[in-house]
T-cell receptor, first 113, second 110 residues
Framework: DTGVSQNPRHKITKRGQNVTFRCDPI?????LYWYRQTLGQGPEFLTY????????KSRLLSDRFSAERPKGSFSTLEIQRTEQGDSAMYLC???????????FGPGTRLLVL | GQNIDQPTEMTATEGAIVQINCTYQ??????LFWYQQHAGEAPTFLSY????GLEEKGRFSSFLSRSKGYSYLLLKELQMKDSASYLC???????????FGTGTQLKVEL
């Protein structure tokens, strides 16, 4: 399978705990994106990377959120001190270059109790 | 700001044709995408329009009018498996990110 993969697929945590998600993009895709989707809504942009450089962050990405792509391959998204409002599907996508089709992974569904 | 509008729900009959409309107002436009999303799954790419006109791909076609800020997705010969949410998304920020509409939930009935 050469698609975008994400782990874990599901995560249940208690409020105040930290969580980390991983995304493995399609091989040789330079661009990697994180989106968040809540029920009944379309995905909302969070941040994106060009290789290992994080080039843009949405205002949705509070100080509790941090994303990395240390070697320009996989990426991690960490949420510190989770809140119930963080409950959502976190989607990762990758594309070969600027302006090209983004291909999405299966997502990580987070539930904060 | 960005504003993308599409109907919330639509219902159609198996074997029929359905058109899902999308209007957008964005600062900067670099293309429009349609994605299909089944419940609990990731969005899957359907089509991409950057120039005005119709793009056809099998049972699916997508149309774009940049001057009107309008697009539609046409699904022919509907099948039960086409029941899903259809997301309209605009490339903004110089092609760096997608801005999505809320999605149109299509229900295909017998």
């Amino acid at each position: 399978d050469t698609g975008v993969s994400q782990n874990p697929r599901h995560k249940i945590t208690k409020r105040g705990q930290n969580v980390t998600f991983r995304c493995d993009p399609i091989s040789e895709h330079n661009r990697l994106y994180w989106y968040r989707q809540t029920l009944g809504q379309g995905p909302e942009f969070l941040t994106y990377f060009q290789n290992e450089a994080q080039l843009e962050k949405s205002r949705l990405l509070s100080d509790r959120f941090s994303a990395e792509r240390p070697k320009g391959s996989f990426s991690t998204l960490e949420i510190q001190r989770t809140e119930q409002g963080d409950s959502a599907m976190y989607l990762c996508a990758s594309s070969p270059q600027l302006g090209e089709t983004q291909y999405f992974g299966p997502g990580t569904r987070l539930l904060v109790l | 700001g960005q504003n993308i509008d599409q109907p919330t729900e639509m219902t159609a009959t198996e074997g029929a044709i359905v058109q899902i409309n999308c209007t957008y107002q964005t600062s900067g436009f670099n293309g429009l995408f349609w994605y299909q999303q089944h419940a609990g799954e990731a969005p899957t790419f359907l089509s991409y329009n950057v120039l005005d006109g119709l793009e056809e791909k099998g049972r699916f076609s997508s149309f774009l009018s940049r001057s009107k800020g309008y697009s539609y997705l046409l699904l022919k010969e509907l099948q039960m498996k086409d029941s899903a949410s259809y997301l309209c998304a605009v490339f903004t920020g110089g092609g760096n990110k997608l801005t999505f509409g809320t999605g149109t939930q299509l229900k295909v009935e017998l």
